[in-house]
């Protein structure tokens, strides 16, 4: 069964800290996973797409990676601000014969504390 | 720039009643999508317009139908509203075609409670 399991549901830290957002994934055949941005009262907002010979791309302080092998990705957050407390959505887009069929995993909510 | 705009925001409907959601884009892009967000769930693809002209069912059409109007306005339908509706629903643009690395761009959402 295809699925996407985001970890962990929920994470807090201080501002200036790091954080790490964990994927995993049991899409097949796969074409490509994405990493949004999802305010709180908001659409959710790409920040950034990889197909499986990309194993890392950054988008400012957001750096994402790609394990195809083992069917993971992480985002890597750097520097947290405020601004960047909320959910986290890891999506897997499919291909083959489902080419374009998007999994999406339920999230992460990241809290930033001052 | 305005980007993808849904109306309304919020709504409550009695359980029969209909209703229609609005969407436009001012991007110039070929697909369109509407979504559905409940908690603890992933979005859901309820249906799509790959390109002007085009529409197809996703995971979850059960209950809605959609009109592609032209290609800034995809609208989403509820003939008769049940509670299982009640979600915060989503429209979506993307100027490449589903399945060839489509960014996709979100509207703020319609939250939508029935009754």
């Known amino acids: 069964k295809n699925q996407v399991e985001q970890s962990p549901q929920s994470l807090i830290i201080l501002e200036g800290k790091n954080c790490t957002l964990q994927?995993?994934?049991?899409?097949?055949?796969?074409?490509?996973l994405r990493w949004y941005k999802q305010d709180t009262g908001r659409g959710p907002v790409s920040l950034t797409i990889?197909?499986?010979?990309?194993n890392t791309k950054s988008n400012g302080r957001y750096t994402a990676t790609l394990d195809a092998d083992t069917k993971q990705s992480s985002l890597h957050i750097t520097a947290s601000q405020l601004s960047d407390s909320a959910s986290y959505i890891c999506?897997?887009?499919?291909?083959?014969?489902?080419?374009?069929?998007?999994?999406f995993g339920r999230g992460t909510q990241l809290t930033v504390w001052p | 720039n305005a980007g993808v705009t849904q109306t309304p925001k919020f709504q409550v409907l009695k359980t029969g009643q209909s209703m229609t959601l609005q969407c436009a884009q001012d991007?110039?892009?070929?697909?369109m999508y509407w979504y559905r967000q409940d908690p603890g769930m992933g979005l859901r693809l309820i249906y799509y317009?790959?390109?002007?002209?085009?529409?197809d069912k996703g995971e979850v059409p059960n209950g809605y139908n959609v009109s592609r109007l032209n290609k800034r306005e995809f609208s989403l339908r509820l003939e008769s509203a049940a509670p299982s509706q009640t979600s915060v629903y989503f429209c979506?643009?993307?100027?490449?075609?589903?399945?060839?690395?489509?960014?996709?761009?979100f509207g703020s959402g319609t939250q939508l409670s029935v009754l």
């Open positions: 991007m110039n892009h070929n697909s």
């Open positions: 994927c995993n994934y049991t899409v097949s055949p796969f074409s490509n």
């Open positions: 979506a643009s993307s100027e490449a075609r589903p399945g060839f690395r489509e960014k996709l761009f």
């Open positions: 999506v897997v887009s499919a291909g083959g014969s489902t080419l374009g069929r998007l999994y």
């Open positions: 317009s790959a390109s002007e002209g085009t529409t």
């Open positions: 990889m197909t499986f010979s990309e």
